[in-house]
């Protein structure tokens, strides 16, 4: 999607915990967010010309072999796919550190004005019922002209009845 | 029968389609980018600036700023070749330049330094050091060190060498908190640290630490205190730094006459004495008592062969600078003049200039400027000599953008450049031979407080203009007025065909003096935008901001209008407020006022009221210092009857809060105590306060209130206190901003019945921290204090870095806070959080649960209140919001848009309907489809189609505000921060003006052609019935 990831260097950021820590962006398109507590945090890309999903990323400490957690230990990374307004799941699939996120989409901001056309114009329901009626409007007498005036007649008196 | 039936059946149909292509609108279409809308990037006002040559001899300007931003501007143009914004919380205390790399150094306890490539703003490398308990406030270096790309820098509470790309420092040597260190030295193998040391009781004086460090190690070598009583950055020392002598400091005693100067590491003797005649014959000993040393250059470890400093000295009432120079004769330490000059109020700077390594510091780069600041600004560029090599003058009125504060030289091409800094917040490039600025930018409104619209009077037609001068009794009334206009629009259909039908070039978009224009004339405008456009989009959008700048944009193109600099005794007014207190009548001689509300350096509140079209300011006076200081600010709804002017109360702090008025006059008095009603109002969140109070305003007896003066107040009794529950602190509080205007009083349900809006102009939403964690949500009755509604949300926080946003429109309120995790359903402490993000929570209210059932008291009375029903509901929001806002169109009748600043730099509209807290959960009854209410989804949508910035970067959006244009379907936004932009937006659909792509031409042919039918087939019809009637 995004070819050139240099462009993001200043015009993205990374943004932790919806701004409790920001990172920049590098040349090459690497980011790294320091002194990031442990637990759980949402990791977004806040770039103004690409979508980028958006990652649940739990620290915690690899237990030792007392089984008690340290302080300075070694922290583990996982790192999930998250979808805004859903329910954060153990059952995703944890994504491989260090973290690989690529845009999934590039921003459309604009409408493309239509310009005039024919088929546009007779494909709204609109014309179509004016059609419609005025196909009822000069086909109808014609039909009616073109019938012969006996079975008219018997139409006629049948509708009379 | 059946002809004619279906006949008018096709024409209301053929209506339908028209409407129908209208509404189906949506998003902004490629041509309109720019056309309706206009962005301007901004950066803040610079701290430090320094030129970068490249090696192909470019010249960038790399800049910090006071908003945090990291930017390179184009030393030609002025515009940001690029730019890095830190988080709000981060301060950048630091710049320097080695090369292609730029180094930062940002934050407090927690640092941060990060190199840059300084061609494409990327970030090469960066560290952060996480907080220390022994950080000492403002201590912090950073600098390159030679021969190396590793960098040394004082974070936190340490002293770290860092190579590219650290995961830990090379080596970290603790500080233990001696001293708030604040200059380091680099020579070849060792470095010096210099702090302020901490005072204790042993050890009460005040003196310099140093510290001398091993580069390899980062062992302590030595250290030492050099007394002195001179603090680092004082205007009696400098730090000299040389390649091949090694660092100095020198100093003057105070009552002393004679330089101290230590060399950096000796401590045998501490220093010697320099006598500072030697440099400059005429200087006397009384002086030297009054004399002045200053650094010159931004990045004195560059350039800095032989250093250098400055001397500023009075003699004969003349200020005279010399700039002096060190340099070894015979291993002996010699000070050196260089050059000697006039400086009366002149702001002296080195040249910023960073240069390659490779090219050594030539003459040029070792020029000095020296910017004379009062009168007309005018500035000289030395060189060795006496003479000046360069010297110009600008035509700057300081009453525009204050005075002139900073000034630093850089050269481009051979040829000097001066960039100035005022304390308003403009920086401007001047060249030599020109009295115009060679570019410049407005960096004032980065500071924005407050910004409110004027209405432009609608353009008047020359002949009312004409009847104005001649006859002005025409324009009293309406009717004449029409008739006049109507005698010109008459005038203007006959020379109609001679413009060939209008068809070529009417550019009723383009406003007087959009077009091209001198940068002079664009700094300084001529001629104010006085009159508005029949459609309510140009309009005047008067920002105040804390530098003390008032200025006046047009909504339309951002074009200036007026800019007016408010000084108290010399130092800039801190404006918070801005209103538009009288609107004049079009033609009328009266003048639209704008009061503005400030505070001077002593926190005493300041009134200035101008003249909103032209930015004079009136009253002899002309800025008024008042005797107190106000908490609040606030319009009162009414007016002194003499001047028409709305009256504003101003509500001081303390125990016993008083209530002063603007205008001060007995007059004004009277008209406060004239109202029906008494005048409640509340202080607001005060920091750190449990309660919110609320007040009643009492009339003294009609005697009294004669002769009213600047001093006077109303004394206010308190009515009541809200108390906030134990341990909360009160975060923030949200209210009505203006007038509200509502269209429906209910809402109509599927059934047909109807849900009665509950609306309370006088409903205070307050937000409060929990002693046992997460956020209280209050909404309070201003007049009776009575609790209303209140929430809890148990996991959620609010900080500097996650901040609460709300926004109050008719019977809505939307807030939007963190929230950590979002319990469901007795979760237990210690559970995973089952999500976090930003929440935006809607609280509807309406007078009854039961439909059809409203209060039926004619008058509103806060004291006998029911109780609303409020609904509420949330959503996760798409991205971080900095700022949330409602559009406003004339009568309320097309929908509202909710506005978010997203932190990623776009304005996102999002439509009414959304925010609905009815929306069904569950499938929609029969009833709700027939409502048209949406299905519920947890999350509102980032539809690309709705971002009214579109491909603009809006950075630091932190406060939108909207206003009706005269369709009711239009209404503008606009957004300020750091940068500004302004667009309008159609909530509901352009449903009252043609689309651009309406072709008056096609009307015409086509209504031509059906005429020219009917002539046509006229007599052939005749003709056939004629014939009819024969067969």
């Given at each position: ?161 | ?627 107190f200081n106000h908490v609040k600010v606030f319009e009162l709804p009414t007016t002194e009857k003499t001047t028409e002017q709305q009256l504003l109360g101003l509500a001081t702090g303390g125990s016993e809060p008083r209530l002063a008025i603007w205008p001060a006059t007995a007059e004004a008095a009277k008209a406060f105590c004239a109202l029906p009603e008494s005048v409640f109002f509340d202080l607001g969140a005060l920091a750190g306060s449990s309660q919110l109070r609320g007040y009643r305003a009492e009339c003294p007896t009609e005697a009294e209130l004669d002769p009213w003066k600047e001093s006077s107040a109303f004394l206010p009794s308190r009515s009541w206190v809200f108390d906030l529950p134990e341990g909360e602190v009160l975060l923030a509080s949200s209210e009505y ?295």
């Amino acid at each position: 999607m995004l070819s050139d990831v240099s462009q993001l260097a200043t015009r993205a950021q990374v943004v932790l915990n919806g701004g409790e820590h920001r990172a920049f962006i590098q040349k090459d398109g690497t980011f790294a967010v320091d002194n990031v507590k442990l637990g759980d945090s949402l990791l977004e890309i806040a770039s103004s010309d690409y979508v980028f999903p958006k990652i649940h990323v739990r620290i915690s400490l690899k237990e030792t072999g007392e089984g008690k957690e340290e302080e300075g230990g070694r922290a583990s990374i996982a790192a999930r796919y998250v979808q805004i307004g859903s329910e954060w799941s153990d059952d995703a699939p944890v994504l491989a550190y260090p973290l690989r996120i690529s845009a999934s989409d590039k921003y459309d901001f604009f409408t493309e004005r239509q310009g005039f056309s024919i088929i546009a114009m007779f494909s709204n329901p609109y014309m179509m019922m004016v059609g419609a009626s005025l196909l009822a409007v000069f086909i109808l007498p014609k039909l009616q002209a073109n019938m012969d005036p006996e079975a008219l007649k018997e139409l006629q008196g049948g509708t009379k009845e | 029968m059946l002809g004619s039936h279906s006949l008018t059946h096709a024409a209301l149909a053929a209506v339908l389609a028209v409407s129908s292509f209208s509404m189906t609108v949506q998003g902004l279409f490629p041509d309109e980018a720019g056309r309706i809308d206009w962005y301007r990037a901004q950066i803040g006002v610079p701290k430090s600036i320094v030129a970068h040559t490249q090696e192909d001899r470019s010249t960038n300007i790399l800049t910090i700023t006071d908003r945090n931003v990291l930017a390179s501007l184009n030393p030609d143009n002025g515009e940001i070749a690029w730019r890095q914004l830190f988080s709000p919380t981060e301060r950048i205390n630091a710049l320097k330049v080695r090369g292609s790399l730029a180094l930062t150094h940002s934050g407090g306890n927690e640092t941060h330094v990060r190199v840059w490539d300084a061609q494409s703003g990327a970030l090469a490398w960066g560290y952060s050091q996480p907080p220390s308990p022994n950080y000492q406030a403002d201590s912090g270096a950073v600098e390159f060190l030679r021969k190396s790309q590793d960098v040394l820098a004082i974070v936190g509470d340490s002293l770290v060498r860092l190579a590219p790309n650290p995961s830990k420092p090379v080596w970290e040597l603790a500080l233990n908190g001696t001293a708030s260190y604040k200059r380091l030295v680099v020579q070849d193998n060792v470095a010096f640290i210099i702090g302020d040391a901490v005072l204790s009781k042993k050890q009460p004086k005040a003196r310099l630490h140093v510290v001398e460090v091993s580069l390899k190690t980062g062992r302590v070598k030595q250290q030492y205190d050099v007394n002195t009583e001179r603090s680092l950055g004082s205007s009696s020392s400098v730090v000299l730094e040389s390649k091949e002598y090694g660092g100095y400091i020198l100093w003057r005693d105070d009552k002393n006459i004679v330089w101290n100067i230590h060399r950096l590491g000796m401590q045998e003797p501490m220093w010697d004495i320099y006598h500072a005649k030697l440099v400059q014959s005429e200087l006397m000993p009384v002086d030297m008592l009054t004399s002045t040393l200053g650094e010159l250059d931004a990045d004195p470890g560059l350039i800095a062969d032989k250093p250098r400093f400055t001397l500023t000295y009075t003699k004969d009432n003349k200020v005279k600078t010399v700039v002096v120079e060190m340099t070894h004769a015979n291993d002996k330490l010699e000070l050196r003049k260089v050059v000697g000059f006039r400086s009366d109020n002149a702001i002296i700077a080195g040249s910023g200039g960073a240069t390659l390594p490779s090219s050594g510091a030539s003459q040029t780069e070792r020029a000095v400027v020296a910017v004379r600041t009062s009168g007309a600004v005018s500035w000289r560029v030395y060189g060795s000599n006496k003479t000046p090599t360069h010297s110009g003058e600008l035509a700057y009125d300081a009453a525009t953008y204050g005075p002139v504060t900073a000034a630093s030289l850089y050269y481009v091409g051979g040829d000097p450049r001066v960039l100035i800094q005022t304390s308003g917040g403009l920086v401007a490039a001047l060249a030599p031979g020109s009295n115009a600025p060679v570019w410049f930018r407005d960096e004032s409104l980065t500071h924005a407080t407050d910004m409110t619209f004027l209405e432009l009077p609608a353009p008047a037609s020359s002949a009312e203009h004409a009847a104005k001068a001649t006859d002005p009794s025409v324009l009293a009334s309406p009717v004449t007025r029409y008739v006049l206009r109507w005698v010109e629009t008459a005038k203007s259909l006959a020379a109609w065909p001679a413009s060939g039908f209008g068809l070529f070039g009417s550019s009723s978009d383009t406003e007087p003096g959009s077009g091209s224009q001198s940068t002079l004339e664009a700094l300084v405008p001529t001629a104010p935008l006085t009159e508005g456009d029949h459609f309510g989009f140009r309009k005047l959008s008067i920002f105040g901001t804390s530098t003390g700048v008032v200025a006046a944009l047009s909504t339309q193109s951002g074009a200036r209008s007026w800019t007016r600099y408010l000084a108290d005794n010399g130092t800039a007014v801190t404006v918070e407020r801005v209103f538009i207190t009288r609107r004049s009548q079009p033609l009328a001689n009266t003048p639209s006022l704008l009061t503005v509300v400030g505070r001077n350096t002593y926190g005493n509140s300041v009134v200035v009221v101008l003249d909103a079209l032209t930015g004079e300011i009136l009253g002899d006076g002309g800025i008024h210092v008042l005797p107190f200081n106000h908490v609040k600010v606030f319009e009162l709804p009414t007016t002194e009857k003499t001047t028409e002017q709305q009256l504003l109360g101003l509500a001081t702090g303390g125990s016993e809060p008083r209530l002063a008025i603007w205008p001060a006059t007995a007059e004004a008095a009277k008209a406060f105590c004239a109202l029906p009603e008494s005048v409640f109002f509340d202080l607001g969140a005060l920091a750190g306060s449990s309660q919110l109070r609320g007040y009643r305003a009492e009339c003294p007896t009609e005697a009294e209130l004669d002769p009213w003066k600047e001093s006077s107040a109303f004394l206010p009794s308190r009515s009541w206190v809200f108390d906030l529950p134990e341990g909360e602190v009160l975060l923030a509080s949200s209210e009505y901003h203006g007038a509200q205007t509502t269209a429906l009083l209910g809402r109509v349900l599927g059934d047909r019945s109807v849900l009665y809006k509950y609306i309370n102009p006088h409903l205070v939403t307050l937000a409060s921290r929990r002693a046992a964690g997460g956020i209280g949500i209050y909404f309070v009755d201003r007049v009776s204090g009575r609790l209303l509604y209140s929430a809890v949300h148990e996991s959620a926080s609010v900080s500097d870095k996650q901040p609460f946003l709300a926004t109050q429109s008719e019977n809505r309120i939307i807030y939007q806070l963190w929230q950590d995790s979002t319990p469901v359903g007795g979760s237990t402490e210690g559970a995973q959080p089952r999500s976090k993000g930003y929440v935006t929570v809607v609280a509807e209210m309406f007078e009854s649960d039961k439909p059809d059932t409203r209060d039926e008291s004619k008058a509103f009375s806060s004291f006998d209140l029911k109780l609303p029903h409020v609904i509420t509901t949330a959503f996760m929001a798409p991205e971080p919001a900095t700022a949330l806002g409602v559009t406003r169109t004339g009568s309320q009748i097309t929908t509202r848009d909710v506005l978010f600043g997203l932190s990623s730099g776009k304005l996102l509209s999002l439509p009414d309907q959304l925010f609905d807290p009815r929306r069904p959960k569950k499938s929609p009854t029969k009833d709700e489809q027939a409502e048209g209410l949406m299905p519920y989804m947890p999350s509102l949508p980032l539809d690309p189609k709705r971002v009214l910035s579109h491909a603009n970067v809006v950075a630091g959006i932190a406060h939108i505000k909207s206003a009706p244009t005269h369709l009711e379907s239009t209404s503008l936004v606009a957004s300020y921060g750091l940068d500004l932009f302004f667009t309008r937006t159609s909530p509901s659909g352009t449903f009252d003006q043609l689309s651009p792509s309406f072709s008056k031409v096609n009307l015409v042919v086509t209504t031509l052609a059906l005429v020219v039918g009917c002539l046509l087939g006229g007599p052939m019809v005749r003709r056939k019935l004629t014939n009819q009637a024969w067969a």
